[in-house]
């Protein structure tokens, strides 16, 4: 199976910043995209920003110009550099990966969550 590691979110003063990280282990033969999800209090999980193996990046319109995705294929390892935050960007993080397991099956891993609080 695939594990996800996600790096600590925190707090942050209105427009500072914060990158996180989310890196895959386990029995991984590809990755096929890596992605970026929240869900702020009272509110639904939502896409924030995802990429493909091939760095193809996708932004929801909300962080269009304030937040960038990125991946080091070679860790497996997928960044959100979140810049000029702001206290409607409080939720909690979730990475998703999704690719091929070494045994031939697809997977679609999600990380536990971490939170990320801007304060006004």
Do not use: H
């Not at 942050?12 to 702020?40: E, H, K, P, T």
């Not at 110009?65 to 409607?88: C, H, V, W």
């Not at 409080?90 to 070494?102: N, P």
């Amino acid at each position: 199976q695939v594990q996800l590691e996600e790096s600590r979110g925190g707090l942050v003063q209105a427009g500072g910043s914060l990158r996180l990280s989310c890196a895959a282990s386990g029995s991984i033969f590809s990755i096929n995209d890596m992605g970026w999800y929240r869900r702020a209090p009272g509110k639904q999980r939502e896409l924030v920003a995802s990429i493909t193996s091939g760095g193809s990046a996708n932004y929801v319109d909300f962080v269009k110009g304030r937040f960038t995705i990125s991946t080091d294929n070679a860790k497996n390892t997928a960044y959100l550099q979140m810049n000029s935050l702001q206290p409607e960007d409080t939720a909690v993080y979730y990475c998703r990966v999704r690719g091929v397991l070494q045994v031939g099956r697809q997977y679609d891993s999600w990380g536990q969550g971490t939170q990320v609080t801007v304060s006004s």
